[in-house]
């Protein structure tokens, strides 16, 4: 039997999964999903966004943004608006209840983030980050990720 040889491949997905596990457990605590923090922390990064727009951006359906929209606005933390020029686009905001859930989760991204990088000097974490940048950028540029069909380019970032 030959001697078991770390995968970069098998090592990226259990890290991801691993992390998704953490931050799971822990929009529970808040009674919420990790589903709806990344929507909360899309929204606070591009206020206004369509629901359409979300829901590509997270990869996602639209009926899947439109259902996690109606539980954070039952919540009072999310806000539809017409679009001005449009009146089947919903514009989503965030409500100013959503402020001090928003300083919680990224309280909570900070305490997963330093959970990972514990035990690993600050210049190795630098490198690891410029690589996983550099993989990124390749998949996405061999699978043309982040543009919606009409060419428009959508910022795609990572969110624990």
Known sequence: MTEFQPDLLFLLHDVARL???????????????????????????QPGISQKDLA????VEPIT????????????????????????????????????LLAEIETERADIAGLVSEGIDGAV??????????MKATLCSDLRCGKRPDGVRIEAKVVA
Request: no cysteine.
């Open 19 to 45: 992390l998704r596990v953490v931050a799971d457990k822990r929009a529970r605590q808040h009674g919420m999903t990790r589903a709806q923090w990344v929507m909360l922390i899309w929204l606070e990064r």
């Open 56 to 59: 590509e951006l997270l990869e």
């Open 65 to 100: 943004v439109a259902r996690l929209i109606d539980r954070l606005e039952q919540r009072g933390l999310v806000e539809r608006r017409a679009d001005p020029r449009d009146r089947r686009i919903w514009r989503l905001h965030l409500r100013p209840e959503a402020l001090p």
């Open 125 to 134: 974490l630098q490198t690891m980050t410029e690589g996983l940048q550099r």
